[in-house]
């Protein structure tokens, strides 16, 4: 029930951001969610794409360091309170998120939250006992392919 | 095939041509002596410079009792060759001389030195020694990587391991993708080029998939620029081979001064053709074996261009023990720091040998650095870049910055000052295929 996150280093500069872009571009390979983290000099590209192992390889080869990190997706309804009730129910079980960002997809009503936690899979039980709709990575990229 | 990290188990061999590594001391002495008067003497009957010191200082070469003695003498300093470029420190006719090589040096004229036949012959036996100390033998493929041409890198280790009788390619540096199709398809066993060439060669070769592990590669003799020991560790881990540190430079003969040997605890000076002495940097005073200085060689054969008390600008050591593979050379304690690398920065005096321990202390940076010195208004500052690798790399912010504390603390611990860190995208800093690069001063005046 875990996403695979790729994470990219890369250096506050003019172009930096657009090479990875561009190399996954000519792969054929869509960026699906995205997130920059911006530090002063650098900054911490987040993807996350469908097939991730072929993208890995590929930014791999071209010289870039990823990583790989596991984040939950969850849907909510795109209204007034949805994230607040996420982060009660989180709270409640005292999960902290250590970073989040969140996606729309096309489908009216519905928005995507990613979210990275230290212990994902403890995450998932209390989301899920909260009748909060963890995404399935498989059928969610399938879905919104 | 053996481990890596682990010693691989070498026993001395006593072979004729290695014979000068192990004589007893007595005649060691006794032989340096002889031949110290007698290079002197050529020197002061051959080479005005020599001769005209000699005699502002009131000394002779009949002074020259005991070896001790040379103490007396004058001190030759890179600034000599200099001054008397191209041909002016020549000891022997024009006739007589078969090679010349040259060093480019940063700044102005290059420096020119000469052999004769006989020195060359001698270079070929020191560089042989050489590989053979660091376990090479007949039948080794070689790859030579060293540059040739001017620099007597390339050439010296050439002659060297035909000496021997081994198989050499000489293949010069650069074109890292012929290196590494002909370490594959040759069967190389032992590689000449500069550490940071090699980690260069190592991770290029781990992107073009190539399994380095069943290469039959064993040794690599590396030399040219001072490294660490934390980055032989490095190596040596990461490739499985034997890395071994050799000494030399151009003013003297070239490679082929002084060797690690087996015991990899210290560099063997070739004691029957270089005199190594240890001085004061300060106040030119010999110092004690034992005592860090700054290291002065006399070549005690060299027939076309004697160095007579030669600064080399080189601090270390002369260990006074002896070392556990029999030989009698004495050692010199590896070179990791040049005065002339050496800079200072807000009244500290940093030598780029220390950023690079510093890194290694950090788990997971690569040794591949730069140093950048600039001014801000009338403060010094100091940067220091670093690559990320996939090892150090955090999907949040905060996991860098930790980063790069731990490498600002870990230099400042090493050097006693806060300095910047900047953390750059992988292969991004320039790769040497020679000598590495890695201080950049920007300051003005």
Redesign the interface.
Known sequence: MKFKQLSLFLENQPAHLKQPCRILAEAGIDIRPLSLADADQFGILRLIVADWERAKHVLEEAGCAVRVDEVVGLEVADECGGMAHVLEVLEQGGHNVLYTYAFTFGEAGRAVLFMRFEDPDAAIAALQAGQIHVLDPVRWLKRTE | MHQPGTPTQEQPTFLPRSAPDYLPEPQLRELQLTRLQAIVTRAYERVPLFRERCEQRGVQPSDLRQLADIQHLPFTVKNDLRDTYPFGLFASPREEIVRLHASSGTTGKPIVVAYTQDDLDVWSEVMSRTFAACGVHAGDMVQNAFGYGLFTGGLGAHYGAEELGATVIPISGGNTERQMMVMRDFGVTALCATPSYFLHLLERAR?ADIDWANLPLRVGIFGAEPWTEAMRQRIEQESGIRAYDIYGLSEIIGPGVGSECCAQDGLHIFEDHFYPEIIDPESGAPLPDGEEGELVLTTLSKQAMPMIRYRTRDLTTIIPERCRCGRTLRRIQRIGRRSDDMFIIRGVNVFPAQVETALLQVEGTLPHYQITLSRKGSLDQMEVAVE???AV?????GG??ALQKQVADALEHIIGLRVGV???????LPRSEGKAKRVFDNREG
């Open positions: 992107e990320v690798t996939e790399l955090s999907d949040t912010v860098m910055e900047r953390l750059v995208e992988p292969q991004s």
